[in-house]
């Protein structure tokens, strides 16, 4: 039932692994063959063999490495006696250090190279009272300055660096000569290292502009440009979209490294086509342009058309300002339902510009499966004195009315173009992220992802937060006409109190926020917990800004700070109602605010940091799953409280609007929270609201898409979901399977149809789940995702009976187990579900309880006899998209 192919992906291999894992996957095509391949381990006179099979060869004693001026030595730094060897030996066990400059002598032929310098400030070079600092130089250009590999690598999660250069050599060159210059000192204080060089040598026309042919796109200026040969590039992303990391191995013969891209995706949703086995044709670029799982897999919008003509498919990528930047989007039709020019054109926008306004790839590459890439340069323009901006790509579907509105994108590359001065050095030495880090634990960081973007909601969902502020507001200022006063154009909807800490909470229930709950952070504090919102603890960016993960309370407590762009439109009196309403939302199983930060104009709001991720994660993304059934039960009962909570808990029900395992996460006790309410809406009086749809694909209530009514019972809907999902541990959109199979609640509901439930839950589960126990919360799960939302239960239901499931699986493990003293419960295989064995339980279970049980067993009957349990799938015929959750996109 799960998908096999996401069990192998290298995400799960971690540091040394990584390397090896992907060796023994897959099976590298090389396309290319460097007229020369130089692979220099600097501080060593071996030959030394790295994870990958190549074979480095030391610097001492090699035609390489020049003797140092005036014999001003430098230094071998040996980092293989180190207990803890976190890193790849090769090339990083080993650097050559210096506090005077030092040049390496490449003997070249004429035309481009890819230069990679590799380094490792490991413990005894970063614990000395000097740092380094340097500039490195390539022949006439700068390559960095005022750099500082222990800076920038200064974080836990990334221990290594690798930096990727494309500097071409003249005809009268001949050579290509690096040279290390640590920054003056008068007591040199200062020095410079490297532990790896790498020089691949490239086609004439892989990047550089051919002679002939126009060249690339410059973006807002409306002309063509080319990439000459007296420009260096340093390349700073290089993303297979909708894909998995790539490895240096697997790429086409120049030992690239691909990253995945969702960390720098900013929408909700999207869908991520996938034809692994895709046999392509290179009839418009060179079969070597980029591996082929680059374009075998992409992201696009989704088979709804209203829904995505309202928005873009974006990605926002750090980069420095001040320089101009090569972007390269990879494109490829992989999906067999869109054959013809015209199907699926787009607009492209690069740094909020049109770049592109009628993008068609089958036009481009005159049919399907044909990869193509298209160029553009787009200025990204110093704004003020910040160094660092946001280029963002973004993608728009025409409106065409024969067209499936729809975009799509394989991969990007992103290049800083070297200057007039012949330098790509930033100004300063806080670098923004760098090119694929060799070592970073894979697992760590999607875990951080997945903490983020709760704590983040999306850039759309931000702004639904706002209005639902203003809904509160307004029948807060009906009640109690106590609103403030503030310099915002928003203040006559804006009800502010002085301050926060002092505000009482009125009108609401004891079990919300006391008011000293919401903690004041000085400016200080929070530069100290985020080390001066030091880029390397970004773990999230969207529109309002970015998130990092920080250290309060002299570096006790992990939490999730989240800085809003001055620039962003909130204004001070939203930021304090959003405090306001986030710390009455109190509830031990939702996810908390635990303080704010509103000094020089910043705007700082602090959560609670999830050490166990999400649900999801555990349930498949893993590749051992051996997730109990009653602790699943736990997580349910838990993530069904939070719900009830926020549907009854304060003075108008409050919706979430996007329920899902993504959205549950776990803290280090693996208490269930929901989190993410960027989407949430309150419904005022209790009348359902209208609102435009918005949610997740296969957890959306069918009842709501159709009537765009917004009540409670679309989060039960989607809850019903979110209980199949951790019955049967498989994706609740899976286009892998057979048709009827896709829509996991349909499936589902189908299989109870033909008595064959049993035969889908996780077979891990197979044996363990106690008959009865199993029943009720069949039931429960059944009622849930039910067509109509009157014939839904409640979450406060929901919940009782989930309780119920437990105790019964506790009553008859108990029971069992005195039978069997000698352990190991085993229960029947194949559990089959009948309404008519949930009456005994309705009497088992006495009238305490006081449940709707007996409606629900009727209305079950009633839906199925009638046969509509089948809406969201239709929503899916548009063709087999694997849709997949903001978690990973
Ligand atoms: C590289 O360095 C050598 C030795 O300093 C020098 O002779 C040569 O001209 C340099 N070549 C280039 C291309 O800068
Ligand atoms: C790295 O960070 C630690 C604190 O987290 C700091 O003490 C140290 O000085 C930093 N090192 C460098 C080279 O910036
Ligand atoms: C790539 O293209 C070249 C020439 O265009 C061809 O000779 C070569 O066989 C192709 N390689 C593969 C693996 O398709
Ligand atoms: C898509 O992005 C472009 C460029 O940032 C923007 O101008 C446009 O308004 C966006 N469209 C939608 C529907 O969000
Ligand atoms: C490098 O740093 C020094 C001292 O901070 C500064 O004066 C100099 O301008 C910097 N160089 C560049 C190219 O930014
Ligand atoms: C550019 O587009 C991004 C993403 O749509 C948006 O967040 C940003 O505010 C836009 N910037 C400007 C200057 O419009
Ligand atoms: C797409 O979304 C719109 C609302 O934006 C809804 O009316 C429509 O039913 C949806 N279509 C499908 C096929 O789900």
């Known amino acids: 039932m799960r998908n096999v192919l996401s069990v192998l992906q290298p ?14 996957i897959a099976a590298p095509i090389t396309r290319y063959i460097p007229s020369e391949i130089i692979t220099l381990s600097c501080g060593t006179s071996d030959n030394l063999k790295a994870m990958d ?3 480095w060869i030391g610097d001492v004693g090699s035609k390489y490495r020049l003797k140092e001026v005036d014999n001003k030595t430098s230094t071998i730094i040996n980092f293989t006696a180190q207990s803890k060897p976190p890193v790849d030996a090769v090339p990083y066990m080993i650097a050559r250090k210096s506090y005077f400059n030092f040049t390496y002598v490449f003997p070249v032929t004429p035309g481009p190279k890819f230069v990679r310098l590799y ?22 250009y700068t390559l960095l300055t005022n750099f500082s590999a222990s800076t920038t690598i200064n974080d836990t999660s990334q221990q290594t660096l690798s930096i990727e250069f494309c ?3 003249l005809e009268n060159e001949q050579q290509l000569n690096l040279t290390f210059i640590p920054f003056p000192s008068a007591d040199n204080g200062f020095y410079a290292f490297v532990n790896g060089i790498e020089v691949v040598f490239m086609p004439n026309y892989l990047y550089y502009s051919s002679p002939v042919g126009i060249g690339s796109y410059y973006v807002g200026q409306n002309r063509p440009i080319k990439i000459l040969s ?17 490895s240096a191995m697997s790429d086409t013969g120049f030992f690239r490294q691909w990253s995945e891209d969702p960390s720098y995706w900013l929408g909700d949703e999207a869908a991520t086509p996938h034809e692994p086995s895709l046999m392509l044709k290179y009839s418009v670029i060179a079969n070597y342009t980029a591996p082929d799982d680059v374009y075998r897999s992409a992201v696009s919008m989704g088979p709804n058309r209203s829904i995505n003509l309202l928005s873009n498919l974006t990605w926002g990528l750090p980069v420095a300002s001040g320089f101009n930047y090569l972007v390269r989007l990879h494109f490829c039709e992989i999906q067999p339902e869109i054959t013809m020019v015209g199907e699926r054109p787009f607009i492209i926008y690069i740094d909020n510009q049109t770049a592109e306004p009628n993008a068609d790839v089958i036009m481009w590459g005159g049919g399907r499966d044909i990869p193509v890439y298209q160029d553009y340069v787009v200025m990204m323009q110093k704004n003020g004195v910040d160094v660092k901006s946001t280029l963002f790509i973004s993608l728009h579907p025409r409106k065409e009315t024969n067209a499936i509105n729809d975009a799509i994108l394989n991969g990007v590359e992103v290049f800083k173009l070297s200057d007039t001065r012949r330098t790509l050095a930033e100004p300063n030495p806080n670098r923004t992220s760098s090119l694929l880090p060799s070592s970073k634990g894979m697992r760590h960081e999607s875990m951080l992802k997945n903490t983020i973007i709760i704590v983040t909601g999306s850039g759309g969902g931000f702004l639904i937060l706002l209005t639902l502020m203003w809904f509160m507001i307004l029948s807060k200022r009906w009640k109690t006409n106590s609103y403030g006063s503030c310099g915002s154009p928003l203040s006559k909807y804006c009800w502010c109190w002085p301050n926060p800490s002092k505000s009482k909470s009125k009108g609401t229930q004891a079990s919300l926020a006391p008011d000293e709950f919401c903690r004041h952070f000085s400016l200080g504090e929070i530069k100290t917990a985020t080390r001066n919102f030091h880029e390397e603890l970004i773990v999230g960016v969207g529109g309002f800004g970015n998130v990092y993960k920080g250290l309060i309370d002299k570096g006790t407590v992990t939490v999730a700070i989240k800085r809003l762009n001055r620039e962003s439109r909130q204004g001070v009196c939203e930021f304090r109602t959003e405090i306001e309403m986030l710390s009455r939302l109190r509830h031990v199983h939702l996810v908390s605010l635990i303080g704010y930060c509103e000094e020089e104009g910043e705007m700082i709001l602090v959560y609670d940091y999830m050490a166990n991720g999400t649900l999801r994660h555990h349930l498949y993304d893993i590749e051992s799953n051996h997730f109990p059934w009653k602790e699943r039960l736990k997580i349910c009962i838990g993530a069904a409280r939070g719900l009830h909570y926020l549907h009854t808990g304060a003075k108008h029900p409050i919706i979430h609007r996007d329920v899902k395992t993504t959205n549950i996460l776990l803290d280090q006790d693996w208490v269930a929270k929901v989190s993410d309410f960027g989407l949430s809406k309150m419904s005022v009086d209790n009348t359902e609201v209208s609102t435009m749809v918005k949610g997740t694909w296969g957890y959306l209530d069918p009842d709501y898409a159709r009537r765009q009514k917004l009540s409670e019972k679309s989060d039960v809907y989607s809850f019903g979901v979110v209980l199949w999902e951790v019955l049967c541990a498989r994706k609740v959109l899976d286009q892998k399977l057979e048709e009827e ?3 996991l609640a349909n499936w589902a509901t189908k299989c109870i149809d033909r008595g064959s439930i049993g035969q889908i839950i996780d077979p891990y589960l197979k044996g363990k789940i106690a008959p009865k126990s199993f029943n009720v919360y069949v039931e429960v799960a059944e009622g849930c995702v039910r067509e109509q939302g009157i014939h839904r239960p409640t979450m406060d239901d929901v919940m009782e009976k989930l309780r119920f499931a437990l105790e019964l699986q506790e009553n008859e493990d108990a029971a069992i187990d005195k039978l069997n003293s000698a352990g190991g419960i085993i229960y029947p295989n194949l559990l089959s579900y009948h309404s008519v064995v949930y009456s005994d339980h309705v009497s088992e279970m006495g009238s305490e309880s006081g449940l709707t049980a007996t409606t629900i067993s009727e209305s079950t009957r009633m839906t199925r006899d009638s046969g509509t349990i089948r809406s969201s799938e239709e929503g899916m015929r548009d063709g087999p998209i694997e849709i997949e959750d903001s978690t990973t996109h």
């Open 11 to 24: 995400t799960f291999c971690v540091s040394l692994f990584f390397n090896l894992c992907l060796i023994s």
């Open 53 to 55: 099979g190549r074979t």
């Open 119 to 140: 380094f490792y400030p490991g413990d005894n070079l970063r614990d000395s009272t000097v740092k380094d600092l340097f500039t490195v130089q390539a022949g006439s």
């Open 741 to 743: 199979q896709w829509n």
């Open 230 to 246: 007296d420009m260096a590039l340093e390349t700073v992303y290089r993303l297979n979209v909708g894909g998995s990391p790539i």
């Open 167 to 169: 500097v071409n050599i």
